[in-house]
Nanobody, 129 residues
Framework: QVQVEESGGGMVQAGGSLRLSCIASGPTFSRNTMAWFRQAPGNEREFVAAITWTWDGDRPYYADSVKGRFTSSRDNAKKMAYLQMNSLRPEDTAVYYC????????????????????WGPGTQVTVSS
């Protein structure tokens, strides 16, 4: 069982920055796939970013809409994952969710909500114009 919880959401003006944090329990954190999704009102939940473990080191993935603006990272000692969001836009407004997938369950579809069994409750990010 993995428990996941996000923090760090809030309200910011367009062009500003926020850093979301996600704490995940469990013994396999360093090899988990950790991902961020978001859901705006009336929209489906969509992939934002993921960080996957490989023998050559962590590998990040990003949605095209956030590439170059958002950065995912993690601190294995703290069992924390982060999403640094820069140059925020009003269209980034959404509830952001952290998701975790233990290595024994990872099927390679880091972009799919069906890949992840463990989810946090979400944190609201609001970007004003």
């Amino acid at each position: 069982q993995v428990q996941v919880e996000e923090s760090g959401g809030g309200m910011v003006q367009a062009g500003g920055s926020l850093r979301l944090s996600c704490i995940a329990s469990g013994p396999t954190f360093s090899r988990n796939t950790m991902a961020w999704f978001r859901q705006a009102p009336g929209n489906e939940r969509e992939f934002v970013a993921a960080i996957t473990w490989t023998w050559d080191g962590d590998r990040p993935y990003y949605a095209d809409s956030v590439k170059g603006r958002f950065t995912s990272s993690r601190d294995n000692a703290k069992k924390m994952a982060y999403l640094q969001m820069n140059s925020l836009r009003p269209e980034d407004t959404a509830v952001y969710y952290c998701a975790a997938d233990p290595p024994t369950k990872y099927d390679g579809q880091y972009y799919s909500i069906r890949e992840y069994e463990y989810w946090g409750p979400g944190t609201q990010v609001t970007v004003s114009s």
